[in-house]
């Protein structure tokens, strides 16, 4: 399964979301690559332990081949790092992936990232594609790629109009490159179940038919001493209760039957 987590808006958790549900899932033993494709390198150093611009063999050496060859010269998976975690991959990021960006545009490789993950396809179970908080060539490439959609939503009114421009977007690629792509669900991240508004937002969203996923992820800061420690929850505090609440997400996203409290 390929699954992309996007929204255009920074500082919702995508690369928390897109780590934490792959540490999950290779700690439930499926093989399992987390593709980097912001040039922060966020979800590199999270997984890796080490910035993205320490390591050679990135997701930019990959395309790079694509600019002057019209196949790639070194196979997908020469580029995949092992991380400390069983199971656990990454096709690490670059801040070359900033200036490689109008050569692939140039060069119409739009389509490269998604023969590149299907070959990959044949040794992960699960591959987890993070990416900037911009609708850019690599966001566009990584829509086009995937399967299966996430869009993290942060609990207030902005975040709320720039949610139906996403979605317009993801119709567009939808119709023009990419039918198979299916909007996996809308994810309530850094949720205040006490508040009035976060509440009434995801209900809104909710009663207009939107596929907001029934897992609400609190604030907290268990999460920025995870990034710190460059350790997932599911390693650093497997108990916590933010963990569980993505083990709750990961078997939501996975079919399994979950029981959760009521949105009050």
Known sequence: MRRVVFNQKGGVGKSSITCNLAAISAARGRRTLVVDLDPQGNSTHYLMGRPASELRDTVADL???????????????EFVHASPYD???????????????????????????????????????DIYIDTAPALNFYSRSALIAAERCLIPFDCDDFSRQALYSILGEIRDIQEDHNENLVVEGIIANQFQSRASLPRQLVSELIEEGLPVLPVRLPSSIKMKESHQASSPLIHFAPKHTLTQQYVDLFRVLQGEKVELEPLA
Do not use: W
């Open 87 to 125: 199971n656990l991959f990454v096709l690490p990021s670059s801040p070359e992936l900033d200036f490689l960006e109008r050569k692939l545009e140039a060069k119409h490789k739009i389509y490269k990232l998604r023969e590149a993950l299907k070959k990959l396809g044949e040794n992960f179970d």
């Open 63 to 77: 395309l790079e081949q694509t600019v002057a060859f019209t196949v790639f010269t070194r196979r997908p998976d």
